[in-house]
Each structure stands twice: as structure tokens, then as C-alpha cells.
């Protein structure tokens, strides 16, 4: 959570190149800790439907996630092959660090959204009201 809480306080804060190690920190233990709860894997990270270890965290996405558009964004647009490079620190363009953060940070939304029961009216308020203070921020800082 904390990790979580950290990349969106530096997505806020605009400081993309910071905030997209802490979103995969976050969300990679919060996809591995639904996946323990809902015993696709064990504390060793054994699959327990089939044999063999969830290597990585993509393994247990086909058991871990129903709704296949967000299955597709996570292995599309957040690990795999594109994604890859950002969770090992091999990225150093800044606009391909902000677009990524900004990535993360709606995977994480949808990971709330399907997990943590967070599509309550009032949370889609509050996400928009940040995300409009956020807009404004950056468009103040352009122009000055």
C-alpha cells in the first residue's frame, strides 16, 4: 500500500521517473496477494491448479483475471516484453517514464476497482477532482 501511495504522491508531484518503480512494486505484491488469498498460488508461489511456479507475475493472470481487457493491458502495456524494461530500471527517457507512470497508475485504478471494491460514485469523484488539480498543475507550470 504504501508503495502504492508513494507513486501517486510523485505522479502528483509530476515526477514521473520516481513514481513508476513504486507502482510496480505495489501492484506486482498486490496481484501476487489476491492471487494467495484466492489459492492460485501458495507462499512459495506453486500454482496449486496446475504444476509448476508462477515464475513471474503474468503466470497467474489467466486464473487471477477475469475481465480480458485488463488481463490484455497488464501483459500488453505493463509487464512482458514492454513493460520489462521499466521493472528492471533500463529506462531513462523521461517521456517514456511519464507515459508509463501514467500507465501504472491506471492499472493500479483498475486493480482497485475489480479487488478493492472501489467503484463507489464518490471514489470516481474524488479520482477525477485529482486527476482535473493534477491537469491544472502541469498546465501552470508550462506556461511558467
Request: hydrophobic share 35%; glycine share 8%; with cysteine.
Amino acid at each position: 500500500k504504501e508503495h502504492l501511495e508513494t507513486g501517486f504522491d510523485w505522479l502528483s508531484q509530476g515526477e514521473y521517473v520516481k513514481a513508476y518503480p513504486p507502482f510496480y512494486n505495489g501492484l506486482e505484491s498486490a496481484l501476487r496477494s489476491v492471487a494467495r488469498d484466492r489459492r492460485i498460488i501458495d507462499d512459495k508461489n506453486m500454482l496449486l491448479a496446475r504444476n509448476g511456479k508462477a515464475r513471474k507475475i503474468e503466470d497467474v493472470f489467466d486464473e487471477l483475471i477475469s475481465d480480458p481487457r485488463y488481463r490484455r493491458y497488464l501483459r500488453s502495456w505493463i509487464f512482458g516484453d514492454y513493460g520489462n524494461p521499466f521493472r528492471h530500471g533500463d529506462v531513462d527517457d523521461v517521456d517514456m517514464c511519464r507515459r508509463q507512470s501514467l500507465r501504472l497508475a491506471a492499472a493500479v485504478i483498475g486493480w482497485l476497482e475489480i479487488y478493492g471494491g472501489w467503484t463507489a460514485e464518490g471514489f470516481r469523484d474524488r479520482l477525477e477532482g485529482q486527476a482535473h488539480l493534477q491537469l491544472e498543475s502541469l498546465e501552470h507550470a508550462q506556461v511558467a
